[in-house]
């Protein structure tokens, strides 16, 4: 095609008209794989970019704050909400301690044996959970599994310091922290 056979002098010469179409064609085909390849890249840099947004939003969803935490556990229709909440402010500092951060616990639970339960897995001898609403989740699974004759405040701090408390003075400081953070106004108690 660069070439061609020139038989008045007997030896192949140069095409000129052959070396223009390769080199057209060579370059319609640069271009032409360039602009497609940009247009392809264009779609999958925009469906990453949607994809890390919607993990940005997952994970801005996923923060634990006082404001959701109340959310969560009237969305999850826990009963006694302030109790449980003063649960967490003792156990877990409302979402400061190490065991919240390593764990996503923030009740002190333990790995549920004979109850559904949220909890991926047992980690230093507390229930793991992959999020903080799964421990939520849990609290409500719990309740529902040993309280549903429960029905009254009293009834549940009971069963709580029989069941629940490793501390005996653990009901009289959840009483404290109930009525000195006002914890029944967030539920309209």
């Known amino acids: 095609m660069f070439y061609k056979y020139d038989e008045k002098q ?13 080199l ?28 890390v947004k919607i993990v940005n939003l997952q994970k801005e969803k996923d923060k634990f704050s006082k404001e959701r935490f109340i959310s ?29 951060k390593e764990n996503h616990n923030l009740f002190g639970m333990r790995l549920a044996r004979s109850r559904m339960t949220t909890a991926a897995e047992s980690k230093n001898n507390f229930a793991y959970y992959n999020k903080w609403q799964d421990c939520v989740l849990d609290m409500a699974y719990f309740q529902a599994s040993y309280l549903n004759g429960i029905n009254t405040e009293e009834k549940y701090l009971l069963y709580l310091g029989a069941n629940y408390a490793e501390s005996p003075t653990y009901i009289t400081k959840l009483k404290s922290v109930i009525n000195n953070q006002n914890l029944k106004s967030y539920f309209n108690e």
């Open 10 to 22: 007997l030896r192949f010469v140069k095409n000129k008209l052959g070396i223009r179409i390769a």
């Open 24 to 51: 057209g064609t060579t370059i319609l085909l640069m271009v032409g794989s360039f602009f497609l390849g940009r247009y392809f890249q264009s779609d999958a840099l925009d469906n990453i970019e949607n994809e």
């Open 72 to 100: 969560e556990l009237k969305n999850k229709k826990v009963k006694f909400p302030y109790i449980v909440m003063a649960q967490a402010i003792m156990e877990s500092g409302l979402g400061k301690s190490n065991l919240f």
